[in-house]
C-alpha cells in the first residue's frame, strides 16, 4: 500500500467511525423517545436479540425482559398498558452529554449518557395515578452502555442506567427518598421483576446514595500519557 492508498484507508475509517457515533446517539436517542411514550415494542427492538437493561441492581434479559421492564413494569404502572401520549401524564426523559467510543474494527462500542427525567400527573387526571408515585418528581442517571452491530445495524447490547438523584418537586431532592428501590425479587416469583439480580457487591441504593459511574474512556491528559504522547 503506498502512501497516498494508505492516507485514503484512514480517511475512510476515520469517516466510518464518525458514521457509527451518529448512528448510535441517534439509537440512543430514538430510546429516549420511546419510553416517553411507553412503547416497549418499539423499545425492545432497539436491543440485540439477547440485550440486557440493567436498572434498580436487576438485569432484564432479551427482548422479553425489555418489554417485561418497559411494557408491564412501567407503561403498565404509568399508562396502565396504553402507548401515550397519555391525557394528563407526563413522563419526558431528557438524552444528553454522550460520549461515544467505537472499537477499532467497528463492531462494538461503548456510549456515557446523562438522563434526567420529568413526570408526574396534573390535577385534572388523578385517575391516572399511581399512589406509590409523587404526583410531580424529577430524577436523573447516567448511563454506561455497550453497543453492538447486529446485521450491519447498531442496536443496544447492554444498556445500564445508575439512578444518581430523584427529587419529589414540592420538595426537592434535599428532602426526598428515592420512590424506587432495589429490585429483590426475580421474575417470576415478581410478575414484574428482572431475570437476575447484580450480584450482591454491586447492588445499588438509590437516592440520597449516589452510585460511582466508571467512566469507559480515558482522561485525555492520561490518554496522551499512554499513548507516549506526552510525558506523565
Known amino acids: 500500500m503506498n502512501d497516498m492508498e494508505g492516507r485514503l484507508a484512514k480517511l475512510e475509517h476515520r469517516v466510518g467511525e464518525l458514521e457509527d ?11 429516549g423517545y420511546y419510553i416517553d411514550f411507553n412503547r416497549p415494542d418499539d423499545v425492545a427492538e432497539l ?4 440485550g440486557v437493561v440493567v436498572f434498580l441492581s436487576g438485569e432484564y434479559v432479551g427482548h422479553a425482559g425489555v418489554k417485561r421492564l418497559y411494557g408491564d413494569w412501567i407503561a403498565g404502572r404509568f399508562t396502565g398498558g396504553k402507548p ?3 391525557h394528563g401524564m407526563l413522563l419526558d426523559h431528557f438524552q444528553m452529554q454522550d460520549i461515544i467510543t ?7 462500542a461503548k456510549g456515557r449518557f446523562r438522563g434526567m427525567l ?18 410531580q418528581f424529577m430524577e436523573a442517571g447516567i448511563y454506561e452502555n455497550d453497543y453492538v452491530r447486529e446485521n450491519g445495524v447498531w442496536k443496544i447490547k447492554r444498556l445500564d442506567y445508575m439512578m444518581q438523584w430523584q427529587g419529589d418537586y414540592e420538595n426537592g431532592w434535599a428532602h426526598t427518598t428515592a420512590h424506587l428501590q432495589p429490585a429483590d425479587k426475580t421474575f417470576p416469583e415478581d410478575p414484574l421483576g428482572p431475570d437476575r439480580l447484580l450480584p450482591a457487591d454491586q447492588h445499588r441504593q438509590t437516592w440520597p446514595y449516589r452510585q460511582d ?9 492520561f490518554g496522551a500519557v499512554l499513548s507516549g504522547k506526552e510525558k506523565a
Open 21 to 31: 457515533i451518529n448512528a448510535i446517539r441517534r439509537l440512543h436517542w430514538a430510546y
Open 47 to 50: 436491543f440485540c436479540e439477547d
Open 84 to 86: 401515550g401520549p397519555v
Open 102 to 108: 467505537v472499537a477499532p474494527d467497528r463492531q462494538t
Open 118 to 135: 420529568f413526570g408526574g400527573w396534573h390535577d385534572d387526571f388523578q385517575d391516572t395515578k399511581e399512589e406509590f408515585m409523587p404526583q
Open 213 to 221: 459511574v466508571p467512566m469507559h474512556f480515558a482522561h485525555p491528559k
